[in-house]
């Protein structure tokens, strides 16, 4: 019997555009949605259902940071519309996901005595890619 062991996020890899910023950001899901088309005809019983293919987004939470030329907050705002190539390793060095992502800005500002956290939802050309650890 295989043993189960949840996944616990910490110390996890993020790369976008190759570069790492997991210091950064606080939170990463990757998040499927399926589509089903259904007909339905005029007997009972002739009714068919079928599933497409997910589409995939790259769900990112992370602190702001509009000063530094090579944050993340600075990159998603100067590259929106780009097409780069993320890795995500939910823990370092386990198995890992990558592709393409397109970036958009995220939320700029916040409330007064807080750090300014932001979250953007990331297209993803395709399904995301597994690659199993070493």
Known sequence: MTMFNPLYMTESKITIGGTAYEA??????????????????LKKGSSFT?????TWVAGINFGQDHEAANSLSTFLFEHEGEEFPFVIEPIDGGTGFSGTLIAQAGEIGGDVDTFGAASVTLPVQGKPTRTPAA
């Open 24 to 41: 950064e950001i606080s939170g990463v899901r990757l998040t499927p949605t399926s589509s089903t088309a259904t007909w339905k005809g």
């Open 50 to 54: 079928k599933g497409g293919l997910a």
